[in-house]
């Protein structure tokens, strides 16, 4: 049974920073493309982020230049650097997994919560 388990998010003042992470288990994680999204109050989920293999990395323009991806197949788990935090960035934030033959996402996470407060 796949599982993937975001932490870190919390609240946080804008200009500061959260490292969320997200473990996986139940998949062989290299062989995943790892995305983060977000769901603001009231709006869709959207993409943030992913890391495909090695350091392959790519970003919403939201959020390029402040947030940073990395992850570590040895431990099964990805994280989100997230820097200069802005209001607009409040959400919950999910990790998920899709298999590179695949063109959507498999697996979700339960997500975590961020919000940056004025």
């Known amino acids: 049974q796949v599982q993937l388990v975001e932490s870190g998010g919390g609240l946080v003042q804008t200009g500061g920073s959260l490292r969320l992470s997200c473990v996986a288990s139940g998949l062989t994680f290299s062989t995943y493309r790892m995305g983060w999204f977000r769901q603001a109050p009231g709006k869709e989920r959207e993409f943030v982020g992913g890391?495909?293999?090695?350091?392959?990395?790519y970003y919403s323009d939201s959020v390029k230049g402040r947030f940073t991806i990395s992850r570590d197949n040895a431990k099964k788990m990805v994280y989100l650097q997230m820097n200069s935090l802005q209001a607009e960035d409040t959400g919950v934030y999910y990790c998920?997994?899709?298999?590179?033959?695949?063109?959507?996402?498999?697996?979700w996470g339960q997500g975590t919560q961020v919000t940056v407060s004025s």
């Open positions: 890391s495909w293999s090695g350091s392959n990395t």
């Open positions: 998920a997994a899709r298999h590179f033959s695949r063109t959507e996402y498999d697996y």
